[in-house]
């Protein structure tokens, strides 16, 4: 695939259809199973209170996948993303609820690179917290 975003196309400010991806604990349970990290925070209650969490929490990996969807949906290309990288800054909540929660995301064209790149920054928000600090990706477009 290639990128269907053409790189003249884009200025710095740019700004990506900002999107919200909803989280339940259901979410949480299917992707330890795919990854592997069945730390009982993501899924346990009891435990993850008794650890001085408010609740369970969503997977790091997690909230990061689902927030570069953003850029991928806007590239058309998963492959576009050269780097991506982040900081945890606070949890994403998951209460047993028929709701879960929200990932709230928007991002922009920050600069624009050599070699046909942008970096692209990402506002990664649970409620009224930021959950991803430092959230900048390098997508290659044609």
């Given at each position: 695939m290639t990128a269907k975003v053409s790189y003249d196309s884009v200025e710095i400010g740019t700004e990506l259809p900002a999107q919200s991806f909803p989280v339940t604990r259901a979410a949480l349970v299917q992707y330890a199973g795919a990854s592997g990290d069945f730390?009982?925070?993501?899924w346990n209650e009891k435990f993850a209170r008794e650890v001085g969490l408010p609740d369970v929490i969503?997977?790091?990996?997690?909230?990061m996948a689902e927030a570069i969807r953003v850029v991928t949906d806007w590239t058309g290309d998963p492959g576009s993303v050269v780097e991506y990288g982040v900081r945890f800054t606070k949890p994403v909540v998951v209460p047993n609820d028929d709701k879960g929660a929200l990932i709230d995301v928007s991002a922009k064209v920050a600069a624009l690179l050599d070699d046909r790149r942008v970096r692209v920054d990402l506002t990664v928000m649970s409620g009224d917290k930021k959950v991803l600090g430092m959230s900048r990706a390098v997508v290659?477009?044609?």
């Open positions: 730390n009982p925070i993501h969503a997977h790091g990996m997690f909230t290659q477009l044609g």
